[in-house]
């Protein structure tokens, strides 16, 4: 539907209006420069520049596309483009007028210094009127503000791009009900300043008093750089003062994506867990994705559908969806079709278990960057499907990994757990399995096939945040195993945006772990999805604690004794040492082994073997999880 507070002008009235300045932008070049009987004597040569001027001008403007832009969103950058499109016209019409004169076409001549009178009444003219046409837009926006009904009063924290941004939103669109009435930044410069006419009123530590002293009925919360500390600070003062509020999305999750302010949302516990974000070094990860045919396996899940979000980002010449459900990859695919329309998509539903089908794929489409992330990854699950563990996480891995080097894939990245470090469980086992498979071929091809090692990810499938929700969804209980419960957590697009960065870093044989900041007590994580939920633990919702299961660790390793780890370029990421030495000799016949035993369905000698296989795993004398159990 149009909006109707446009004032806009369709192509051919603009190229009408352009003819119209440009005959205006010529005469006028001549009448400002000669007086009386001199503008006669040279009219000549005035005809001549019109005629010039009316032909090539309208043909470089179409060039620069000036009849292909809506003028009433027309910014510094339209400026630019009008000024340089402009003088490129200006100057083409100046060699063409000089090349006549020399040729002594043009007599008596013509007065050179009028081609500059003419190129700058052309910038007045062509560029003033596509801003009037602007400002013609924005007076009627305004004057719809009376029509819109009773706005309410907002405070944006943030004065930023994406501060900025929310409010000019706000201005243009009066219908959304929002009046910006101030902002809070931490920027001192900013500070007693007006940004679109809006005032700077203080800073975030002045929230509190901000909501005391001025009638506000809604925080808008636009920094999204910001880290969860900040994010929870602001959220308790709105609650403390009963104002409602809305966050913009973190920064990791605007990869990819636009800004606007009808991505606002409620504050979720991803933002009370995100990071400051790290810088990216655009150019590796440019270099290893821009261009290339990219693969992921398992796009269907949470952290292969945001692979392919952000790889999306950097313009592959096709990116590859497979997945085992057709389903996932289906409202994959229409996902990514909507926010990158030009991007070349292969979707493609196959079994990693399947070695044949996965060699044709990789033959006929031969993509040049893997990322593996299909894999089974629910602990308890796993404890009670032992063959499948195998023949999904180690055997379908092999076959990546195999698939891979026939098609002389250039790099190939195995996405891993932290359970793979001294697995005391089947999916950690076979996970640390898979990471020694892609070593393995690292060492043996020299390509860069490389590891990352992350743990716990917000909101994914099967993990902690869906199962509370749903138990606070039914009016609690809410179930902790021990108060001092603590694992390390981190948001799905910040684990991917590091994964990318990392994968640009391989040489080959790498593993690389991700710096998970601090862990995270399970108690206080089910108190903030309460409070978030409107309701307060203890009251509204009770939390009880079931007692710590048999072999479950209080809090989580990351780092394994023994092992060397050196920082790498990114201060959020970890390469480990040394990993060569940890590989099993005779790796295949083992895989081998692996797979007769499960299809056997031997489950006690695949413990066995898992535990004689790999480096400190014991995962024979783990005591059976609770399959209720996500953590």
């Given at each position: 539907m149009k909006d109707k507070s446009r004032f806009q002008l369709n192509s051919l009235a603009t190229l009408l209006i352009d003819l119209l300045l440009t005959f205006g932008a010529a005469l006028g070049a001549y009448a400002l420069r000669l007086e009386g009987s001199q503008f006669y004597y040279y009219l000549q040569g005035a005809y001549w520049m019109i005629g010039v001027s009316l032909v090539i001008k309208p043909i470089v403007y179409h060039l620069f596309g000036l009849y292909r832009r809506q003028w009433v969103y027309a910014s510094v950058n339209e400026l630019k483009l009008i000024a340089a499109a402009v003088t490129t016209a200006s100057f083409a019409v100046s060699l063409i007028m000089v090349g006549l004169w020399t040729a002594q076409v043009i007599r008596p001549g013509f007065v050179r210094t009028t081609l500059v009178i003419d190129w700058a009444l052309s910038i007045i003219g062509i560029g003033g009127f596509r801003f009037i046409l602007r400002l013609l837009s924005e007076s009627r926006s305004s004057s719809g503000k009376g029509r819109a009904g009773r706005r309410r009063n907002v405070l944006v924290v943030g004065g930023g791009d994406a501060g900025t941004l929310v409010v000019r939103e706000m201005q243009k669109n009066p219908q959304l009900g929002l009046h910006p009435i101030g902002f809070l930044d931490d920027d001192p410069h900013k500070q007693r300043h007006q940004i679109y006419g809006i005032p700077v009123i203080g800073k975030l530590s002045d929230l509190a008093r901000t909501l005391d002293s001025r009638r506000v009925e809604q925080v808008i919360i636009a920094i999204p750089s910001a880290g969860g500390q900040v994010i929870r600070k602001i959220m308790d003062v709105c609650r403390l003062k009963g104002?409602?509020?809305?966050?913009?999305?973190?920064?990791?999750?605007?990869?990819?994506?636009?800004?606007s302010v009808n991505r606002l949302r409620e504050v979720d516990i991803t933002d009370l867990l995100?990071?400051?974000?790290?810088?990216?070094?655009?150019?590796?990860?440019?270099?290893?994705?821009?261009?290339?045919?990219?693969?992921?396996?398992?796009?269907?899940?949470?952290?292969?559908?945001?692979?392919?979000?952000?790889?999306?980002?950097?313009?592959?010449?096709?990116?590859?969806?497979?997945?085992h459900g057709e389903n996932s990859i289906f409202e994959a695919m229409l996902e990514l079709q909507e926010d990158f329309p030009s991007l070349p998509l292969q979707p493609v539903i196959a079994d990693i278990r399947d070695?044949?089908?996965?060699?044709?794929?990789?033959?006929?489409?031969?993509?040049?960057?893997?990322?593996?992330?299909?894999?089974?990854?629910?602990?308890?699950?796993?404890?009670?499907?032992?063959?499948?563990?195998?023949?999904?996480?180690?055997?379908?891995?092999?076959?990546?990994?195999?698939?891979?080097?026939?098609?002389?894939?250039?790099?190939?990245?195995?996405?891993?757990?932290?359970?793979?470090?001294?697995?005391?469980?089947?999916?950690?086992?076979?996970?640390?399995?898979?990471?020694?498979?892609?070593?393995?071929?690292?060492?043996?091809?020299?390509?860069?096939?490389?590891?990352?090692?992350?743990?716990?990810?917000?909101?994914?499938?099967?993990?902690?945040?869906?199962?509370?929700?749903?138990?606070?969804?039914?009016?609690?209980?809410?179930?902790?195993?021990?108060?001092?419960?603590?694992?390390?957590?981190?948001?799905?697009?910040?684990?991917?945006?590091?994964?990318?960065?990392?994968?640009?870093?391989?040489?080959?044989?790498?593993?690389f772990l991700l710096n998970m900041g601090q862990q995270v007590r399970i108690v206080d994580l089910a108190e903030d999805l309460i409070r978030l939920s409107g309701l307060e633990p203890g009251k509204d919702i009770e939390i009880i604690f079931t007692g710590i299961r048999p072999g479950e660790k209080l809090s989580e390793d990351l780092w394994e004794e023994g092992m060397e780890y050196c920082s790498t370029p990114h201060p959020d990421i970890y390469r480990v040492e040394a990993e060569e030495g940890n590989l099993p000799s005779g790796l295949d016949q083992i895989v081998e082994e692996f797979g007769q035993l499960a299809l056997e369905g031997e489950t006690a000698a695949i413990l066995s073997l898992l535990d004689e296989s790999i480096p400190d795993a014991h995962v024979r004398s783990a005591p059976p999880t609770d399959i209720t159990s996500v953590l």
């Open positions: 104002v409602p509020f809305q966050n913009m999305p973190g920064l990791y999750e605007l990869i990819g994506g636009k800004v995100r990071r400051e974000p790290a810088k990216i070094q655009d150019e590796l990860v440019g270099a290893a994705l821009s261009g290339k045919r990219v693969l992921v396996t398992g796009a269907g899940g949470s952290i292969g559908r945001e692979l392919c979000r952000q790889i999306a980002r950097w313009r592959p010449s096709l990116l590859i969806l497979l997945g070695l044949s089908r996965i060699e044709n794929v990789f033959r006929s489409d031969r993509p040049e960057v893997v990322f593996h992330a299909a894999a089974h990854k629910h602990v308890p699950l796993m404890e009670n499907n032992i063959e499948e563990a195998i023949t999904n996480n180690i055997l379908g891995t092999r076959n990546i990994v195999h698939a891979a080097e026939v098609a002389q894939v250039e790099r190939l990245v195995l996405i891993s757990t932290d359970k793979a470090v001294r697995p005391a469980n089947v999916m950690g086992a076979t996970k640390r399995l898979a990471e020694m498979i892609v070593l393995s071929a690292a060492h043996r091809t020299g390509r860069a096939f490389s590891v990352v090692r992350f743990g716990n990810v917000l909101d994914s499938r099967g993990s902690v945040v869906p199962l509370f929700k749903r138990q606070i969804a039914h009016g609690g209980p809410v179930t902790v195993t021990h108060p001092d419960m603590k694992r390390y957590f981190m948001t799905i697009p910040e684990a991917v945006h590091l994964v990318l960065q990392a994968a640009s870093m391989g040489q080959g044989g790498e593993v």
